[in-house]
């Protein structure tokens, strides 16, 4: 069974190619996000995935303080007002969830019942900030 689930997890990292993602987190009820291009897996156990986000970020300061993130795969036909709202525009100015569907679950951000993205969370006690 444990071989299994590796096996589907190294499977799944395996097939992350060149894309764009969301990178979410939160801090306190606070939750914001960004367009990143650069992630990869690492390992299957523990699931491990590295991301780069820029120190000057919401975000960053987000993840560093809740030790948590998820990623949302952006699908294909993902369109460009919806990207330039994570791209374009800094969590410090706007809101950037407000109208966008997701759902807050064991402390992690699940994207998976908006049409745009679906989510791969963190679950890693490991943050390198």
Not at 17 to 27: P, T
Not at 45 to 56: D, L, R
Not at 59 to 70: A, D, G, L, N, P
Request: glycine share 6%.
């Amino acid at each position: 069974m444990k071989n299994e689930r590796i096996a589907r997890i190294y499977k799944a990292l395996s097939k992350i190619s060149y894309g764009i993602y969301v990178v979410s987190s939160k801090k306190g009820n606070e939750i914001n996000g960004q367009i990143v291009n650069s992630l990869f897996g690492i390992v299957p156990n523990p699931p491990t995935v590295a991301v780069s986000i820029n120190k000057e970020n919401l975000t960053h300061e987000y993840i560093q303080k809740s030790r948590v993130f998820s990623v949302s795969i952006l699908l294909e036909d993902t369109s460009m007002s919806f990207i330039g709202r994570f791209g374009f525009k800094s969590g410090r100015d706007i809101k950037k969830f407000d109208g966008v569907r997701y759902k807050i679950e064991n402390r992690r951000i699940d994207t998976s019942t908006n049409e745009e993205m679906t989510s791969v969370n963190n679950r890693n006690k490991e943050i390198f900030v």
